[in-house]
């Protein structure tokens, strides 16, 4: 089984573009996202960011 692990600084959850061509890249059988805002104060200042993170969906074709 191959896995491919992404970070911030190999996937921006907040760029839709980034975010659908991924699994377009790399075929994935299994897609798992544990992106999370996890700094609570900041997610609540920064909305409009922390509904990118969450809302952000890939249709693989």
């Known amino acids: ?3 491919l692990l992404t970070d911030i600084d ?6 839709a573009e980034q975010v659908s061509s ?3 890249q790399f075929r994935p059988d ?3 996202n ?3 805002y996890t ?3 900041k997610a609540e200042e920064a909305v409009n960011a922390t509904a990118l993170i969450y809302s952000q ?3 693989i074709k």
């Open 1 to 3: 089984m191959d896995v």
């Open 39 to 41: 700094q609570v104060d």
């Open 22 to 24: 991924l699994p377009l």
């Open 57 to 59: 969906k890939s249709v």
């Open 30 to 32: 299994v897609v798992i």
């Open 10 to 15: 190999t996937l921006d959850m907040t760029n």
């Open 34 to 36: 544990t992106a999370a």
